[in-house]
């Protein structure tokens, strides 16, 4: 992964983005299923990684390589607590909670 990091340095801007994202999420994942049991993952991830600064961002991509620090927790559990998260959560989390509670 770290070679991938690395990569994107030679790579425009927009791809780094969205290596840097897609690098983001492995870390966002962790934290979710660890510090968030019962959250549905997958809308969880989506709506940190949509309301995350780029600063956040690549802050939580550097984590990937070592896996979730204190600090990536840190951001996860701030960025969770935004208010357009806990919105993006609502629209998109509680329908799937709902939809599995239903099976």
């Known amino acids: 992964m770290l070679i991938l990091i690395l990569g ?9 983005d969205a290596i840097a994202r897609e690098a983001a999420r ?11 049991p019962g959250v549905p ?5 989506d709506c ?3 309301n995350a600064s780029a600063q956040q961002i690549y802050a939580l991509a ?3 390589v070592g896996g979730p620090t204190e600090s990536s927790i ?8 935004r208010p ?7 629209n998109r989390g509680l329908p799937a909670l ?4 239903l099976r």
């Open 8 to 16: 994107a340095a030679a790579c425009s801007a927009q791809s780094q």
């Open 48 to 50: 940190v990684i949509d």
């Open 41 to 45: 993952v997958q809308p969880a991830i």
């Open 74 to 81: 840190q951001i996860v559990s701030e960025i969770a607590a």
């Open 84 to 90: 357009e998260t806990l919105s993006c959560l609502a």
């Open 62 to 64: 550097v984590d990937t």
């Open 26 to 36: 492995s870390t966002v994942n962790r934290v979710v299923v660890e510090r968030f």
């Open 98 to 101: 709902l939809q599995g509670a």
